[in-house]
């Protein structure tokens, strides 16, 4: 069967927003098959966010919890960004949407690729619905890979490193996770000048109402 026909429709007359989609994404059996523990769709967002969180795809533990970077990356990328738990899971204020939704197993190296039928079934229609988007972070190279295209550099770093380039709508990041502690070090520009510009950005979208609470 094709993979497109996999996809489950709402009624005619369903509401077509943002909340309704969701629902049909997290119903997604599209490549149970081929999920170690099964689908489980882990993503939020809203129609009024400003800020849209792009990174690889659920974790064990977030797979468990069903909340989205909750686990110490998520701890690191909320550092980054100067938000506390409550402003980063409004999702009237921050979308997280990963390039893959469900945790995608574990290779001999680490967790697998996210699966790319996501974005292939959902992405698109998603962003449609989140009108109000204007700073998109990409966090990892699968999400960089996605959004930037050809536009990114030959290497995580140079991309990161060549923000500007791709501001204001999207700012490309390294993934928090603890593991990528060595990169941290390598590249000690990122968190004296990214993490600065980045925590500044987050508030003016915000209006001064994401905040640590």
Known sequence: MHLLSKRRRLPVDAPSGVDALLSEIRGCTACAAQLPLGPRP???AGESAR???VGQAPG???H???VPWDDPSGERLREWMGV???AF???ARIAIIPMGFCYPGRGPSGDLPP???CATLWLDRLLARLPRIELTLLVGQYAQRHFLGPRRKESLA???EAWQEYAPQFLPLPHPSPRNQPWLKRHPWFELEVVPLLRARIHALADHRVGRR
Request: no cysteine; net charge positive; proline share 0%.
């Open 42 to 44: 882990v993503l939020q």
């Open 51 to 53: 800020i849209l969180v």
């Open 60 to 62: 064990l533990r977030v």
């Open 64 to 66: 468990t919890t069903g």
């Open 84 to 86: 506390g738990r409550d």
């Open 89 to 91: 899971y409004d999702a």
């Open 115 to 117: 699966r790319r039928e």
């Open 158 to 160: 140079a991309t990161v």
